[in-house]
């Protein structure tokens, strides 16, 4: 039998307790908590603590998404982790948090897509699972986005936060997810990188992420205005039909011009940016799980998710919950 659709089983998320306000970074660059919320509609973020790591937040998120499922760890076909900010280049922090859920023949990898790397792992797990390769995947998403930001760049340091989100996606014989869409450009890459740390030479300079803000800003406009618009034309979807936009948290201003493009009132997007920042891979998984557990969606609810990241990389799901 051919599998027909696709659907969520289960969410789970991680936060750090470690809190940092827009108060504690007026402390630390030449900043304001106005600045800030008018320019990003942040207030504060999460930080990792040193036994944070990718794994242990991924693997935390991913328990709880195993919970919600409540299916065990021994289900999975293979688990995906999205991070950039993994401890080490092997073994993976799929691999490990395979290990740390008791899997010893499960197949594991990471994926790099910087801040699309949730939807870039969702439409994977949707893909290998519409071809029969597998029946459930574990996609985990998670990033440490402010060790990798310079403390004395106020450009950079009071975007981003920590965390970590997972998603069972399984087969289904009724329909969840409705159309996927992942996209990238590499022209674009200078305007936002972070770079391995040199392996092999004595002393090196500390290579911090690099944004060029406001350009990444109208990029992300544009590309995001014509991404959804392509993904509800793809699941022939109207935007009227949408209940909820669960969008990438980079910026409020971003969201709000995405939600104005759907003609989409504020009270059916998923906002989680003014507590968490810029998670990065996780972004687009933490507000699905915040929107979930919070009772606004619902089984049924249609909902599109979006992201978008350096590469530029950029990505998408429309699908019924
Ligand atoms: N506090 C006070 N002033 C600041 C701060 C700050 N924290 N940061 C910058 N400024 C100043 C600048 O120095 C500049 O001053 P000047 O006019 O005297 O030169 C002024 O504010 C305007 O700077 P812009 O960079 O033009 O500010 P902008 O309104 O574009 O906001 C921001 C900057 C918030 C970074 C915005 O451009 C943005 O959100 N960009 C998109 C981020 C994004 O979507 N990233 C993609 C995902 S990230 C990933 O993939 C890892």
């Known amino acids: 039998m051919s599998i027909l659709f696709t659907r969520i089983l289960g969410t789970g998320s991680y936060l750090p307790d470690q809190i940092r306000t827009n108060a504690d970074l007026e402390k630390m660059v030449d900043t304001s908590d106005e600045w800030i919320i008018e320019r990003t509609g942040i207030s504060e973020r999460r930080i990792a603590a040193p036994y944070e ?3 242990y937040m991924g693997a935390e998120a991913a328990k709880k998404a195993l919970e919600a499922a409540n299916i065990s760890a021994d289900e999975i076909d293979l688990v995906i982790c999205a991070t950039t900010t993994a401890e080490y280049a092997f073994p993976s922090a799929a691999c490990e948090i395979s290990g740390i859920l008791g899997m010893t023949d499960t197949p594991a990898f990471d994926l790099a897509a910087a801040c699309a790397g949730f939807s870039y792992g969702y439409a994977l797990a949707h893909s290998m699972i519409l071809s029969g390769a597998c029946k459930k995947v574990l996609i985990v998403a998670a990033d440490i986005m402010s060790h990798a930001c310079d403390p004395t760049d106020r450009s950079t340091i009071i975007l981003f936060g920590d965390g970590a989100a997972a998603c069972v996606l399984g087969e289904s014989e009724e329909e969840g997810t409705i159309a996927v869409h992942i996209s990238a450009d590499a022209k674009y890459g ?9 392996r092999g030479v004595a002393v090196q300079d500390h290579l ?10 109208k990029h992300a406009v544009l590309v995001l205005s014509d991404l959804v618009s392509e993904t509800l034309k793809k699941g022939n979807i109207d935007s009227s039909q949408l209940d909820y936009l669960v969008p990438h948290q980079a910026n409020l201003r ?3 011009a995405t939600a104005r493009r759907l003609k989409l009132d504020m009270s059916h997007v998923i906002v989680t940016l003014d507590k968490q920042g810029n998670t990065s891979a996780p972004s687009v998984g933490l507000a699905l799980d915040e929107g979930i557990r919070s009772g606004k969606i619902k089984r049924g609810d249609i909902l599109l998710m979006e992201s978008f990241g350096g590469g530029f990389t950029w990505g998408s799901a429309l699908i019924r919950y």
């Open 254 to 256: 971003i969201i709000t």
């Open 208 to 217: 911090w992420l690099y944004m060029k803000g406001n350009e990444v800003f």
């Open 53 to 55: 790591t990718v794994t």
């Open 190 to 198: 200078p305007l936002l990188n972070l770079a391995y740390p040199k």
